[in-house]
Nanobody
Framework: QVQLVESGGGAVQAGGSLRLSCAAF????????MGWFRQAPGKEREGVAA????????TYANSVKGRFTISQDNAKNTVYLQMDSLKPEDTGMYYC???????????????????WGQGTQVTVSS
């Protein structure tokens, strides 16, 4: 059984930082794409970043490039999202997700992520 558990959300002022964690449980972690997604009230869900757990391949949404960093600790089956220079528009519920699909050998945020966590709230005030 696959289970993803997010933590690390909270409230921060613009310009601040937060680090989200996603712990993965179940015999599936090796060789999958782990992604972070977010959804603000009234808006569609948006892919933020993804990482391939079998290597160092990463991908980012243009809106977070240079500010967010996705990383992994394979010994802990955990993926992190370091968020710096936060903006009010980064506010939303952040979800961790996983998929076995890669396209052209890379993780893509538009893939069908079949496994999801419960989400953690991030609020950035101006």
């Amino acid at each position: 059984q696959v289970q993803l558990v997010e933590s690390g959300g909270g409230a921060v002022q613009a310009g601040g930082s937060l680090r989200l964690s996603c712990a993965a449980f179940g015999n599936f972690y090796s060789g999958v794409c782990m992604g972070w997604f977010r959804q603000a009230p009234g808006k569609e869900r948006e892919g933020v970043a993804a990482i391939y757990t079998g290597g160092d391949d990463t991908t980012y949404a243009n809106s977070v490039k240079g500010r967010f960093t996705i990383s992994q600790d394979n010994a802990k089956n955990t993926v992190y999202l370091q968020m710096d220079s936060l903006k009010p528009e980064d506010t939303g519920m952040y979800y961790c997700a996983a998929t076995f699909f890669r396209y052209g050998g890379s993780c893509v945020l538009t893939a069908d992520f079949g496994y999801w966590g419960q989400g953690t709230q991030v609020t950035v005030s101006s």
